[in-house]
């Protein structure tokens, strides 16, 4: 899974790797993790998907139907989870090669404060040279349960590996390859009859293939 920056609208933030490289929306780190609570753009960058997903019984209160039904054949936490996936599906492909802000699947799979963020970050990447790539040997570890859904809103959470690599564009030099896993909350709003990520919050964070990528 690609790395992934973190940006927050609050007072400190996650140690920087010797990038400016803004991202995702909100996070709050614990169990060791360092404070995160200023907006301020930190490197970790691309987290490629497309591994199994699951869907899970909400634990945060009973889920609502949302007032639409999901495509048929389809239920509305399997549309939650595949949307979900699929903006950062689409934050590692317009970050990849040369970066495109204006990439409409961007567009397609973000709203508010998130499509801000992805958008910001995909032009930090473009001025700055820089790009996303696959690991050589990614874990391919991303884990989506569906907590919540209140009618046109609900709550995800994720466990990820992001393993993906930075590079420089004009030499192919590697900035950052290390390897961390994530426990996120995220949040999806349904607009225009669609599911779009609307926040994406850092829960944990661990080292390696660690924490919640080894729960059964």
């Not at 989870?81 to 970050?95: P, S």
């Not at 799979?109 to 001025?127: H, I, K, P, R, S």
């Amino acid at each position: 899974m690609a790395k992934r920056n973190w940006i927050t609208g609050a007072a400190a933030a996650l140690p920087l790797w010797g990038l400016l490289v803004a991202v995702v929306l909100v996070a709050v780190a614990c169990s060791g993790d360092a404070s995160i609570t200023s907006a301020t753009s930190t490197a970790l960058g691309p987290s490629s998907t497309g591994s199994p997903a699951t869907v899970g019984s909400p634990t945060t209160g009973p889920a609502t139907t949302p007032s639409s039904s999901a495509p048929s054949g389809q239920s509305v936490e399997d549309e939650i989870v595949a949307r979900y996936i699929g903006y950062w599906d689409a934050r590692f492909a317009a970050n990849s090669g040369t970066p495109n802000p204006d990439d409409p699947e961007l567009r397609e799979y973000a709203t508010g404060a998130q499509l801000d963020a992805v958008l910001a970050e995909t032009q930090a990447n473009l001025d700055q040279g820089l790009a996303f790539r696959h690991a050589a040997n990614p874990a391919e570890i991303q884990r989506v349960t569906v907590l919540q859904v209140n009618r046109d809103r609900a709550i995800v959470q994720e466990c990820v590996v992001s393993d993906g690599v930075i590079t420089r564009r004009d030499s192919g030099e590697i900035v950052n390859d290390e390897v961390t896993t994530h426990n996120v909350r995220g949040e999806m709003q349904r607009v225009q009859g669609v599911w779009r990520v609307s926040a994406a919050q850092l829960v944990q964070r661990w080292e390696g293939v660690a924490g919640c990528a080894h729960a059964s």
